[in-house]
């Protein structure tokens, strides 16, 4: 059925018309086993697929649970696969694949993303060819992307050439004339056709594009086209991002260096960009001009963005070929490494004072093989392990945190956790000495202003969240484990291995800038918390997790880490997360701020104290 009205009344007719009916077996439409309902659930999904993938939306993780009602196993590991392509963040789902995959027999590489733009696939592809530097597939691979794109894009321009409905217009009281309406409409349409840079560089799922997505291609085949010895080629395509960006001074350090290695035969001067790039370029300079004009002219509402970010470049130790002067590069700061980190938008530093006695420093950034990074001992004393041990024995809540779900991120393990807040009402409520509960409070202080000052942060650093937490290994599901504990992410971005990128958007926690982990125990096997690539594979960095030991890093797609599987004992730590900007402090941590200070007074003069802290809580 193509016309998917019909197929919505169809799918209705058979529901009303079955739904006091019975099978054959005397199973009525009701039962999840009758051949009845399974008609119904089949119509359901023929109509909610077709309805997806006509309008291209990410939101197939449904269907996952009407295939394994039907039994079909692949096409439910399918549809969750398209689901957690889109949704890289959701575990769970993760872990359905891992599971009905095995069960269906299906191998890794034979699934399939049924939302896949073939121009991003083979984009993909030839990024981790170029990384393996097997330059000559990677050609391909990135030939290929473009030619997709280009299509991609006619197709995209096509589609806007519709209705179009302008949100600011009040449709009935508008009193343009047709000369404006049909002036409106085609600068609508331009609008959109002008978008489609932006739609085709977003992949499934993302509201964010991946930034410089087409001169990327360009800068790639430039160097790899030198290392297969093509340099009118390498040549052509180091002169097309040119186009984009004029005034990279690496690209046209290549420029010059490619034209001294061609044969005195070729004429350098006639070598030029490709004309469909240039063309391509062109049209997308005249558009950003007639869009500007109509705003100025015609009223037209209309910001043009910034389609070809610069610090969405290709930053690896092939940006420059030898021959070129490399200490000069490194000079302007070019990064030399396989992979460079996410741009952080802040002065980096580190290594200020560490402010508190006794404390230990153990690694910097350099030596934990990344940025903004810091592993500190001696933070805790023993005493205070065994004290912050024994109240997290009495405050931690199942699943707390992740709304009561015992096994949140695995489910070989249990997992517990508690607020500041929390202590310290349960301290007033005498369930756990209040000391302890204000060592709790006192202790996460401390850790903030180590973090603030070791970081030399030129603002204040706020809670962001406060959390207790334990890991402990449930008895009997330890055997063969090949999951984390907790799995790879960053604290405030969308990891997203595939594309080697960290959007920075809802779901996210997009406003956290630094996070810290303050252990207390290591009576524990496994649980090592792990540094890694944006790959979420390449382990960059270890820590064994012991009594006072501090790990903080800023919360970017800068720092991917996780958990190593627990796999006997329980792992405990408070984890700490913090902004720079005061609108997202940590409402809990405000009210326990005023706890504190009611606490301080009562010590300071008892009898004239008129608030009751007990009524604060």
């Not at 191998?107 to 939302?115: K, N, P």
């Not at 037209?300 to 963005?305: A, D, G, I, M």
Request: proline content about 4%.
């Amino acid at each position: 059925v193509y016309n998917l009205e019909h197929q919505r009344y169809i799918c209705s007719f058979i529901f009303n018309v079955n739904r006091r009916g019975k099978d054959r077996d005397g199973l009525g439409a009701n039962n999840p086993g009758s051949s009845l309902s399974r008609v119904i659930i089949k119509c359901v999904i023929n109509l909610i697929w077709n309805t997806v993938f006509t309008k291209q939306l990410a939101s197939v993780g449904p269907f996952f649970f009407f295939f394994l009602q039907l039994n079909q196993l692949e096409k439910a590991v399918e549809a969750a696969h398209t689901f957690f392509m889109a949704n890289p963040e959701h575990m769970e789902m993760q872990q359905n694949i891992e599971d009905y995959r095995t069960m269906a027999g299906v191998e890794a590489f034979q699934l399939v993303d049924r939302e896949a733009k073939p121009h991003l696939e083979s984009y993909s592809a030839g990024v981790k060819h170029y990384e393996a530097d097997d330059f000559e597939v990677a050609i391909k691979y990135f030939e290929q992307a473009l030619r997709e794109y280009f299509n991609e894009d006619m197709e995209c321009r096509a589609l806007c050439e519709g209705p179009q409905r302008f949100e600011e217009y009040e449709y009935l009281g508008n009193k343009g004339s047709l000369y404006e309406a049909i002036a409106d409409h085609y600068m609508q349409v331009l609008v959109c056709q002008h978008e489609c840079v932006r739609e085709l560089a977003t992949r499934p799922g993302r509201l964010s594009p991946i930034e410089n997505f087409l001169p990327l291609h360009y800068d790639y085949l430039q160097f790899a086209y030198y290392r297969v010895g093509e340099y009118v080629k390498a040549l052509e395509c180091a002169k097309g991002y040119l186009l984009f960006h004029p005034d990279d001074e690496d690209v046209l350090d290549n420029v010059d260096y490619y034209e001294s290695l061609l044969d005195d035969s070729i004429d350098r001067g006639s070598i030029e960009a490709r004309e469909d790039l240039a063309m391509f370029v062109k049209r997308h300079k005249l558009e950003s001009e007639l869009l500007k004009s109509a705003a100025e002219g015609l009223g037209f509402l209309y910001s043009e963005p910034n389609y070809w970010i610069r610090y969405g470049g290709r930053q690896d130790e092939n940006r420059v070929p030898s021959g070129v002067n490399m200490e000069a590069a490194e000079i302007r700061g070019l990064s030399m490494g396989k992979k460079s980190p996410p741009k952080i938008e802040r002065d980096l530093r580190e290594g200020g004072p560490l402010i508190y006695e006794n404390i230990t420093f153990v690694y910097n950034s350099e030596q934990l093989n990344g940025t903004q990074r810091v592993l500190l001992d001696n933070v805790l004393s023993e005493e205070q392990c065994r004290e912050l041990y024994s109240v997290a024995s009495r405050i931690l809540l199942v699943g707390d945190g992740y709304r009561g779900k015992t096994s949140p991120h695995t489910p070989n393990e249990k997992f517990e956790g508690a607020t500041v807040l929390k202590a310290l009402k349960f301290g007033y409520e005498g369930r756990v000495p209040l000391k302890s509960a204000r060592l709790f409070y006192d202790i996460s202080e401390k850790a903030r202003k180590i973090v603030e000052s070791y970081f030399m942060l030129n603002s204040t650093l706020y809670f962001s969240y406060t959390h207790m937490v334990c890991r402990t290994a449930l008895s009997g599901q330890q055997d063969r484990r090949n999951d984390l504990s907790h799995p790879i992410h960053a604290d405030n971005c969308l990891l997203d291995p595939e594309a080697n990128e960290c959007w920075k958007e809802p779901p996210a926690y997009t406003f956290r800038d630094y996070s810290a982990l303050l252990y207390m125990n290591d009576d524990f096997e496994g649980g090592e918390f792990i540094f890694t690539e944006m790959d979420a594979k390449t382990v960059t960095a270890s820590v064994k997790p012991k009594c006072g030991r501090m790990i903080s890093f800023s919360s970017g797609g800068e720092n991917p880490h996780g958990v190593k599987a627990v796999t006997k004992g329980q792992r405990c730590a408070v984890a700490l997360w913090f902004t720079l900007d005061p609108l997202y402090r940590e409402l809990e941590r405000i009210q326990a701020d005023e706890v504190i200070a009611i606490l301080n007074q009562e010590q300071q003069g008892r009898h004239t104290l008129k608030i009751n802290p007990r009524d604060e809580l």
